[in-house]
């Protein structure tokens, strides 16, 4: 149902394709790509055992491209990716394993056009994180959800440097929980709330 919810949102947004092919300029292409290196910065907020035992995500720097289609020249929508990341599972400042985490991000967004090579924007949308390798911690001892699925903000800028390449810095903010299961604690040893900042710095191609 999760994974529905996010296909639906890209399928309405692919389905306004025709209406932004009229309201486009025809001189102007509708697409832009990005590359960018960006620093998860985990909240950790805990529940439960998980807060008893200090279960914490471990902060790290992952690659991510995005693509983004403009409707007209101030609104576009922008799709987030990366692949399955490896992310660090910490308890009380031992190692107790890793999960997988891939999530893509889908995001509608204002762009401010009256600044020149300076265009910054600001956008909101949905995310959705599927985990995986998730029975790994401690040895199999502890197991997380298979899915998350939360609201992700955005403000940031665009420097281009000509009407093709630019300078890109972005912040963005997802609201993202997992349950954290054990043998040990029950069905349910608590809730791990990672709710990442990303800020990001990377590179702008505009079509």
Same mark, same amino acid.
């Given at each position: =149902?999760?994974?529905?919810?996010?296909?639906?949102?890209?399928?309405?947004?692919?389905?306004?394709?025709?209406?932004?092919?009229?309201?486009?300029?025809?001189?102007?292409? *509708?697409?832009?790509?990005?590359?960018?290196?960006?620093?998860?910065?985990?909240?950790?907020?805990?529940?439960?055992? $998980?807060?008893? @035992?200090? $279960?914490?995500?471990?902060?790290?720097?992952? %690659?991510?491209f995005d693509v983004s289609?403009?409707?007209?020249?101030?609104?576009?929508?922008? @799709?987030?990716?990366?692949?399955?990341? &490896?992310?660090?599972?910490?308890?009380?400042? +031992?190692?107790?394993?890793?999960?997988?985490?891939?999530? *893509?991000?889908?995001?509608?967004? /204002?762009? !401010?056009?009256?600044?020149?090579? !300076?265009? %910054?924007? $600001?956008?909101?949308?949905?995310?959705?994180?599927? !985990?995986?390798?998730?029975?790994?911690?401690?040895?199999?001892?502890?197991?997380?959800?298979?899915? &998350?699925?939360?609201?992700?903000?955005?403000?940031?800028?665009?420097? =281009? !440097?000509?009407? +093709?390449?630019?300078?890109?810095?972005? @912040?963005? /903010?997802?609201?993202?929980?997992?349950?954290? &299961? &054990?043998?040990?604690?029950?069905?349910?040893a608590g809730k791990l709330?990672?709710?990442?900042? =990303? %800020?990001?710095?990377?590179?702008? /191609?505009?079509?």
């Amino acid at each position: =149902m999760r994974l529905k919810t996010l296909v639906a949102a890209m399928a309405a947004v692919a389905s306004l394709a025709p209406i932004a092919a009229q309201a486009q300029s025809s001189s102007e292409n *509708p697409w832009m790509v990005r590359v960018r290196a960006v620093d998860l910065l985990w909240q950790n907020g805990q529940t439960g055992a $998980v807060q008893t @035992l200090d $279960v914490k995500a471990k902060d790290q720097i992952i %690659p991510e491209f995005d693509v983004s289609y403009f409707f007209t020249k101030n609104i576009a929508a922008e @799709l987030v990716l990366t692949y399955p990341q &490896s992310i660090q599972i910490d308890a009380g400042g +031992n190692k107790l394993g890793t999960i997988k985490a891939l999530p *893509p991000s889908l995001v509608l967004q /204002y762009h !401010f056009t009256e600044f020149g090579a !300076f265009k %910054p924007y $600001v956008g909101a949308g949905i995310n959705y994180t599927i !985990f995986s390798s998730r029975n790994n911690l401690g040895g199999g001892t502890y197991s997380v959800d298979s899915s &998350s699925v939360g609201a992700v903000g955005q403000i940031g800028m665009d420097y =281009m !440097f000509d009407k +093709n390449w630019g300078l890109n810095v972005d @912040l963005k /903010y997802a609201t993202m929980s997992t349950n954290v &299961s &054990s043998p040990a604690y029950g069905p349910v040893a608590g809730k791990l709330t990672l709710n990442p900042w =990303m %800020p990001a710095v990377g590179v702008t /191609y505009k079509f």
